[in-house]
């Protein structure tokens, strides 16, 4: 039984949503200053960038990455993974990258087509299912791309707090804020070390780290999903990883708005041979965990916008240890909200 609410983040003030006009304009400038270098013009004085730990502008026909601070080094890994993946996938390339005053920053081409989770609700539900089978094909495609060595630093993915220490930083400031109690922060913790354990059991391969429907390409005129986009939280991982995020994903959007609950059932038989390997569990839950605390780390805003997102994180983690956000059986698990809608035809 999967409650997927300890999933939904909208009470929090996170990074994104919190930047003073001043900083956000000297962001925009960064921007132009690129822009300008490679004769591209300017984006749109109001223009407000996408992404978390970098700023996404999209200028004509190409997309410009720039990190947010300085000490970033996801961009540079993204350029090396993104020379080097299969065609298949169809993710853009990258045509030009640098550093302006020591933000590292990309150009890649705009890539026909939309978000997946833009046109996820008006999908035939055999074609959603469909998109499914084919998001799925170019996963296992991923995983088995030959990247060159070195190219990805690391074991685990920077969008979930995988490491002890900053999982103990990051439970003892919510206790410290009061969001949990001790009795949650000490079960937190060893969830935490169970996951930490249980990661030992799976072999490590190239995964996106963050693939849910907005980093999946759609092309309404081919009816098909034409790429992965957006690998700033590529990793080595476990197999399950992303396929953790891509159910986590369509089971938000079917349980808040009721979107192609049965594409939900069809992932969950996809993801039975996970939960049925060792530590198999163990790992869905602690990713929960994990993607939670990462998010603790995104918290921006006022005092009082502090308080009320560590509040929110608080109550979601307090889900995750007591186990009304996630119970899992390796033989069966089902969608709470979803179990009334047995009928539906999944291909």
């Known amino acids: 039984m999967v409650n997927v609410r300890v999933l939904d983040f909208s009470g929090c003030y996170c990074e994104r949503m919190a930047d003073a006009d001043g900083e956000l304009a000297r962001r925009r400038n ?53 020379g080097s ?14 550093s302006y005053r020591a933000f590292p920053w990309m150009l890649q081409e705009r890539l026909p087509g939309v978000p997946l989770a833009n046109v996820w609700s008006e999908l035939h539900p055999l074609t959603a299912t469909r998109a499914l089978r084919e998001v799925i094909a170019k996963i ?34 919510l206790h410290d804020s009061g969001a949990v109690d001790p009795a949650v ?21 190239p995964s ?27 990793a080595l991982a476990p197999r399950d990883l992303d396929a953790y995020k891509l159910f986590e994903s369509v089971a938000y959007l079917a349980s808040t708005y009721g979107h192609h609950r049965h594409a939900v059932q069809y992932l969950e038989r996809y993801l039975q041979p996970f939960l049925q390997l060792p530590g198999g569990p163990e790992r869905w839950k602690g990713y929960a965990l994990a993607r939670t605390l990462w998010y603790g780390t995104l918290v921006k805003g006022t005092k009082e916008e ?34 009334h809608d047995r009928k539906a035809v999944v291909h």
């Open 30 to 82: 960064r921007a132009n200053a690129i822009l300008r270098s490679l004769d591209l013009g300017k984006v749109r004085q109001h223009a407000r960038p996408k992404g978390f730990q970098k700023d996404v502008w999209t200028r004509g026909s190409r997309v410009l990455h720039v990190a947010k601070s300085s000490q970033c080094r996801r961009i540079p890994i993204e350029v090396a993974v993104l």
């Open 208 to 234: 996106h780290g963050d693939l849910h429907l907005e980093n999946i390409l759609w092309d309404p005129s081919a009816s098909r999903v034409s790429a992965l986009i957006d690998f700033e939280g590529v």
């Open 85 to 98: 993946l299969p065609d298949m996938l169809g993710s853009p390339h990258v045509v030009a990258n640098g």
């Open 306 to 339: 502090r308080q009320k997102s560590m509040k929110a994180l608080g109550e979601q983690l307090r889900m995750i240890a007591e186990g009304t956000a996630f119970q899992l059986s390796p033989v069966r698990m089902h969608t709470k909200s979803m179990l």
């Open 140 to 173: 296992d495609v991923l995983q088995h791309a030959q990247l060159p060595e070195g190219a990805i630093p690391g074991r685990t993915s920077p969008m979930y707090l995988f490491e002890k220490g900053d999982a103990r930083t990051m439970v003892a400031s």
């Open 185 to 205: 922060a000490r079960k937190l913790l060893a969830m935490h070390a169970d996951l930490r354990q249980a990661m030992k059991h799976e072999e490590q391969v």
